[in-house]
């Protein structure tokens, strides 16, 4: 059957979610074939490149939503650091050490649903200011944005916004109730009509049944994003999803290999929860279908050194 799959994805036939229900249910027996098959259309769609974004949260905490996942949240006691937003100075230097350590995007990510105008003004003077200085492209995740922002930010040069669809539509109640699924996806058409590029992708092992991982596959591949975040969920303390227990790492890499067979196309990039969540098996992720990873560490949690990551790339065989 993943013979078969994998020939009709090359011919240019579409997976099916019967078919991507069957590949998720693969036994172990199973997993190294997926995985190859994955691998082939990562090849064939993608190239050989590895995507790698370094990122900067310059504002951390104090966010009035409610996501479950979140150790933003300021209803949840996860004593995370919080500050306002950082100078443009911190955002520019950011952005320096981010092309340092090779990243090819600097993403910067703030918390909450949006920036105030205030904010807006400041996150635009860095953008200039790194434009001018340090020569990066960069990507924001900002939250929803007015249309004039929108407009803004693709004046000063952006083209890739991330915001995430977390989850399926019917998962995302359980994960959130302050905002819909629906207000996410509605942004990433407005995005998309404005014509920057959305990065939108979520998380997986936040307890969703493996046809809401199918149904956000699917969803994506519908609203065709060009990049696909794929976070893999590391239950922080302090959060209602504390006591989640932690994906297996081989059903993570299950699923993105299914995510490629899916997507095929975009960039698929292993975002939050890599090191803790694949553990010693993180390479077994590049090995199917997954083409880009954040480096340098998350929003909240730390990362593993960039030289180990470059390194990993580098042994793929993927060009860095
Ligand atoms: S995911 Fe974003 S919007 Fe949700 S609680 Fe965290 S910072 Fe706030």
Do not use: W
């Not at 699924?181 to 959305?198: E, Q, T």
Request: net charge positive; with cysteine; charged share 25%.
């Amino acid at each position: 059957m993943i013979k078969d799959i994998l020939d009709g994805v090359l011919s240019g036939r579409e997976l099916d979610f019967d078919d991507a229900g069957i590949l998720l249910s693969a036994k172990r027996d199973d997993l190294y074939p997926l995985m190859h098959a994955a691998d082939t259309i990562r090849r064939r769609f993608c190239g050989n490149k590895m995507d790698m974004c370094s990122l900067v949260n310059a504002k951390s905490g104090l966010c009035t939503e409610d996501c479950k996942f979140c150790a933003q949240a300021s209803r949840h006691k996860t004593g995370c650091e919080t500050y306002p937003l950082i100078s443009v100075e911190k955002m520019v230097k950011a952005a320096s050490e981010a092309k340092k350590i090779g990243a090819s995007n600097f993403c910067i990510v703030i918390s909450g649903e949006g920036p105030t105008k205030e904010e807006f003004k400041k996150i635009k003077q860095a953008i200039e200011k790194i434009n001018k200085e340090v020569g990066i492209k960069v990507d924001c995740s900002l939250g929803a944005l007015e249309k004039e922002m929108i407009h803004d930010l693709k004046s000063l040069g952006i083209d890739r916004y991330n915001h995430n669809l977390e989850t399926s539509e019917t998962y995302y109640k359980n994960i959130c109730t302050t905002h819909s699924h629906k207000n996410r996806s509605d942004m990433v058409g407005i995005l998309k009509d404005a014509g920057l590029r959305p990065c939108c992708g979520g998380i997986i092992g936040m307890g969703e049944a493996l046809e809401d991982r199918i149904s956000l596959a699917f969803l994506l591949k519908k609203i065709n994003v060009n990049c696909v975040p794929i976070n893999i969920f590391n239950p922080i303390k302090g959060t209602p999803l504390e006591k989640i227990e932690q994906i297996n790492p081989l059903d993570a890499i299950k699923t993105i290999a299914v995510f490629r067979l899916i997507l095929q196309k975009p960039t698929i990039k292993i975002a939050g929860g890599r090191e803790a969540a694949l553990r010693d098996l993180q390479a077994m992720a590049f090995c199917a279908g997954a083409n880009g990873m954040i480096i340098g560490g998350y929003l909240t949690t730390k990362g593993r050194s960039v030289k180990e990551d470059l390194q990993m790339a580098k042994d793929l065989g993927f060009e860095v």
